[in-house]
């Protein structure tokens, strides 16, 4: 009786784990600091780490939350992944207010399967850098049915 | 007079070939905005595609339109200034019709064409963007709405993108038109084109390199409301007038004895 629920409860166990593995084995969602420039005059900047897109899907989407810009509270940068060398773009550009918490954006199919940087650049034509900070991921481990 | 000079201007090929160049280049910022169509791109509303709203691909075109935009409007609308004072045609014409008659209608007609140039330009842009995108009706500028205020310029002219737009191409076309103001009233003043030119371009960069640039009150779709772009606005329109006038005046006074 004693080895027949000991026999139980590693089935258990072992079916618990495969799951948990399983969950583990896919990107989840990660909140991976950047800090960087925002060029003057509209320039593109890129994060200096890459991480691999290993979705298949369009709709996991890559995630950006922007915590601090120097321009101001509550002012807007531009967002968008880009390819580690040649910072090809991988998605549409989307505008973020700072402050305004996590936004999830569609990534192209060009993207999957390859490594991405986040790609930033001022939404205004100033002759004035600033820092822009906060959290970004490049796939959040599930798909979503709207972008925002 | 005013088709004398646009005689004038259209006679010469190198003018025309300016002309040429800038449409170009506003042309080639809304062309570009389709290429990553293909590979998944949404395509936006046609108001937020146009030259003014600042979402194309690449800076380029807006950065080489505005920085020298005081070059292009004095090469295009005050160049015969220098001209008349090198063959001496100033003061043929001056004799006829009085000097202030000449330094008038130069600087009147450098405003006018200025003017007109910058807002035949933008409205094109904005016709061949409703054109090229017509249909469309996203824009990554609404996912904005929630962050700003009803009654916040961004939030209204998003409700409005049409008028939005034609009112900063109204805008940009007057400052346009004092710029090339002031260009005209220095090249009377100064006459020589080594002078005038990097003056005029000086002066154009202090308001656009200033913190609270003048470039913001030129864009649609900002998060800067009214009461911050307007102030630069009206500064930098106000000083180019005033040191128009300025210039003007001196000149005139200079050249009493020739004026009616």
Redesign the interface.
Known sequence: MKTKRLLIAIIIVSAFSSVLFSINAFAGEDNFPYSFTMKA????NYSSDSYERTTIY?NNPWKVNMTFNGEGT???ATYWIASKIIHT?YS????V?QG?GA?YY?A???ASGEYVRLGV?N??????SYTVSGYWDEEIGRQISNE? | MNKYYLVRILSDRSKILCFSSIFLLTFFDLVSRII?IP????PMHPAFNTFLS??GLS?YP??VF?WFLPVYLLYLFSDDIFEDYSKGYNLIISQKVGFRHYALSKIKKSFFYSFIFVIALLFLNLLFSYILFSGATYS??Y??I???DKRHLLRVSLSHPFLANICFDLAAAFLAGVLGLLGASLALLIKKRNIVYPITLCLWFIP??A?K?I??SL?PF???DLDYIYPIYLITVTVFILLSWICCSWELKRNANISN
């Open positions: 005059n509209q320039s593109s369009t509550g002012t807007i773009q549409d550009k989307h505008n207010a305004s936004h569609f192209y199919s060009e650049q939404n205004n034509n100033t002759t004035n925002g | 990553y590979y998944g791109m949404k600042l979402t800076m807006s950065a505005f990554s500028f996912e904005l929630p962050y700003f656009v390199c913190r640039s470039m913001l864009q900002s998060e800067y």
